[in-house]
T-cell receptor, first 116, second 111 residues
Framework: GAGVSQSPSNKVTEKGKDVELRCDPISGHTALYWYRQSLGQGLEFLIYFQGNSAPDKSGLPSDRFSAERTGGSVSTLTIQRTQQEDSAVYLC??????????????FGQGTRLTVV | RKEVEQDPGPFNVPEGATVAFNCTYSNSASQSFFWYRQDCRKEPKLLMSVYSSGNEDGRFTAQLNRASQYISLLIRDSKLSDSATYLCVVLSNFGNEKLTFGTGTRLTIIP
């Protein structure tokens, strides 16, 4: 497809389980971002990947959260030992960094995670 | 202090009115600025970039004031379809292009 694809679209998991969320960015986009959005709240930055550079992990809320981006394309966000406060919509975005600072970021439709 | 601050609203505005939002940012080295729109339970989408000289797109006008570190969005002749949350977005200085979002301003246009 032409857009950012995220899977699954919905995930219900039991407290304490691990989950993996996937993001397939737009082909050729060098920058990839993960955000978290709780109900009625703004977007909370989690992590940013740019090409082969070390990712900016400054937004990851705890060591239960990790992410990787293989081959500069698909990214996986992993949450270990999920807690109820992890329930949120996880949004992925990608953009062409190399086309200048004013290039648009495109978002996927998000993964709605519910921890019960 | 948050990196990007917005008045969360809600703003309830009659159809046809003009409404303006402001947003302030803390990093003076920020290089690019955007307004995104987010409809209920949807992903954010770019409304417009904000350029130093100010820019207009139809009924929408964006302004940047680097000295005071704020950006603004003006919507003229508001339509029912303008009802959404408007997100102020700041791109950090070159080298680490982290996109930081404000919490958003919720706008409802009333018939």
């Amino acid at each position: 497809g032409a857009g950012v694809s995220q899977s699954p679209s919905n995930k219900v998991t039991e407290k304490g389980k691990d989950v993996e969320l996937r993001c397939d960015p737009i082909s050729g986009h060098t920058a990839l971002y993960w955000y978290r959005q709780s109900l009625g709240q703004g977007l909370e930055f989690l992590i940013y990947f740019q090409g082969n550079s070390a990712p900016d992990k400054s937004g990851l809320p705890s060591d239960r959260f990790s992410a990787e981006r293989t081959g500069g394309s698909v990214s996986t966000l992993t949450i270990q030992r999920t807690q109820q406060e992890d329930s949120a919509v996880y949004l992925c975005a990608s953009r062409y960094r190399d086309r200048g600072p004013n290039t648009e970021a495109f978002f996927g439709q998000g993964t709605r995670l519910t921890v019960v | 202090r948050k990196e990007v601050e917005q008045d969360p609203g809600p703003f309830n505005v009659p159809e046809g009115a003009t409404v303006a939002f402001n947003c302030t940012y803390s990093n003076s080295a920020s290089q690019s600025f955007f307004w995104y729109r987010q409809d209920c339970r949807k992903e954010p989408k770019l409304l417009m970039s904000v350029y130093s000289s100010g820019n207009e797109d139809g009924r929408f006008t964006a302004q940047l004031n680097r000295a005071s570190q704020y950006i603004s969005l003006l919507i003229r002749d508001s339509k029912l379809s303008d009802s959404a949350t408007y997100l102020c977005v700041v791109l950090s200085n070159f080298g680490n292009e982290k996109l930081t979002f404000g919490t958003g301003t919720r706008l409802t246009i009333i018939p």
